[in-house]
């Protein structure tokens, strides 16, 4: 798999995920067999006009291949901006057409430019004409079932010079609800040349095998398939390549990763942001342990580390 001049080891990728995707997460990832990392992502306004969280979001470090991420609807702007994510030394630019959230979609951004095509068009060709490296293009299937586009977005995503095309199988106006559909990613893979990249609840490795033979995609993305389960492209790397099973992590593994995925949050962020984050994180981590609804409510308390590792010894003695 490559995506213009980069390889990658494996095809299967984690995906940006505002709020989640942070370098901690991402870099555990990597540790677990992600072939490539995309920050969250970065508003390209904020980002021109110096934005100091912009900045902290497009840091890189052990979560190489990474890219960075921008959205807008303005395409000089958004040609400044990928040339300032260039102090970050990404590998890839990646445009961002397909989040959902209102707050981005409502305001010209992401998912919005399903409904501009030509608009779309000229961002990606400004960000391709600013910099040197590789744009990439994530998408949805279309705004709507009446306005299903993807193919239409891809191909001139191609045409403006666009290195790859990242496809989730679902409309705007779904949002994550309903199934995926398989048939519109592999309608993209076959109208384009560039490199497709399929996304939509893949979880695991059954999910992965179905996801590829049913789209031909050239690789897969995993976002929240990978919550509280990071060694997911560990057991869909094992399965790909070597037909081969992995078993699923203990209890005392996945109590170890969390702990381990919540110091290094900690070490970016500092204690205080770090456990509020890790609420989210550890719900995930525990998800169908015994005692849910409790477990829950002490996650939702959690306000320094020694509490977390304090809950963790308590789902471990549930388990002896």
């Not at 080891?9 to 505002?18: G, K």
């Not at 398989?182 to 979880?203: H, R, S, T």
């Amino acid at each position: 798999m490559k995506i213009k001049d980069l390889e990658f080891n494996h095809i299967a990728f984690l995906a940006p995920m505002a709020g989640i995707a942070d370098l901690a997460f991402r870099e555990l990832c990597v540790q677990y067999g992600a072939a490539y990392t995309v920050s969250e992502m970065v508003s390209s306004k904020g980002l021109t006009m110096g934005d100091k969280k912009s900045a902290q979001l497009l840091t890189l470090g052990n979560d190489r291949p990474a890219g960075a991420q921008i959205f807008g609807d303005d395409p000089e702007i958004m040609a400044k901006a990928a040339v300032k994510c260039l102090d970050f030394n990404p590998d890839i630019i990646d445009i961002n057409m397909g989040c959902p959230a209102p707050k981005i979609a409502m305001n010209g951004g992401g998912a919005s430019l399903m409904k501009r095509p030509e608009l779309a068009y000229e961002i990606t060709k400004a960000v391709v004409q600013a910099v040197n490296i590789p744009v990439t293009v994530k998408i949805r299937k279309g705004w709507d079932e009446e306005s299903v586009n993807a193919v239409e977005m891809a191909e001139l995503a191609e045409k403006a010079g666009a290195s790859a095309v990242a496809v989730h199988g679902r409309t705007r106006q779904q949002m994550y609800s309903g199934s995926v559909d398989f048939d519109i990613i592999a309608q993209v893979k076959k109208a384009v040349g560039i490199p497709v990249i399929a996304n939509g609840d893949i979880k695991d490795e059954q999910s992965a095998a179905i996801m590829l033979e049913k789209t031909n995609a050239d690789a897969i993305m995993i976002g929240r398939g990978a919550l509280g389960n990071p060694w997911v492209f560990s057991k869909i790397n094992a399965y790909l390549d070597e037909c081969r099973v992995l078993p699923e992590p203990s209890i005392t593994q996945k109590m170890a990763v969390m702990l381990k995925h919540i110091q290094k949050i900690i070490e970016y962020k500092g204690e205080y942001t770090a456990m509020r984050e890790a609420r989210h994180h550890a719900a995930y981590y525990t998800k169908s342990m015994r005692g849910g609804a409790k477990l829950r409510a002490e996650i939702g308390k959690l306000e320094r580390f020694e509490q977390l590792q304090e809950l963790s010894y308590k789902i471990l003695k549930e388990y002896e």
